[in-house]
């Protein structure tokens, strides 16, 4: 499969937390060219702060690589990981990340700030942006304006 492939995957979980209103982000996780973990938010259905599309995934793949070093995985979502999922993914040591629509508010990645240039860490990974971007950004930004129709 290609990125491009993979990115499809996200999205197929981004439109599924959209059908359960939440903000659709969607992620898989890459190793050895399979899928090993999918997820989407769920932060209104569990109430929970850090049920993020990528933690929720990040947990997945360590439990089905029996370890909490992803090394050998790439992380693809739809939007640009926020600060917390950027600490996940160093946490995980995961080396790769792939995004589709950056985000300006939260964006660890460049969009609000870039965690990879603060000096200090010990894993840093490589980032890849705009992959599908016009596709993950039209999602969101569909599911943002139904939802402000619906609270007028």
């Not at 399979?34 to 439990?63: G, M």
Request: hydrophobic share 35%; net charge positive.
């Amino acid at each position: 499969m290609k990125t491009t492939e993979f990115m499809q995957e996200a999205l197929i979980e981004a439109k599924k937390a959209y059908k359960i209103n939440e903000v659709p982000v969607g992620c898989v996780i890459v190793y050895q060219g399979n899928i090993i973990a999918r997820a989407h938010n769920s932060k209104e259905s569990d109430q929970h702060a850090c049920a993020h599309a990528e933690v929720l995934a990040i947990t997945q793949a360590n439990k089905t690589l029996k370890s909490w070093r992803l090394e050998d995985c790439t992380l693809v979502v739809t939007l640009e990981p926020c600060m917390m999922c950027a600490g996940a993914i160093q946490q995980a040591r995961i080396p790769y990340v792939v995004y589709g629509a950056q985000d300006k508010k939260f964006g660890a990645y460049g969009g609000c700030f870039d965690s990879t240039l603060i000096k200090g860490f010990n894993h840093y990974p490589n980032v890849s942006s705009g992959v599908l971007e016009e596709e993950s950004t039209s999602l969101l930004k569909s599911f943002f304006e139904t939802r402000r129709k619906s609270k007028q």
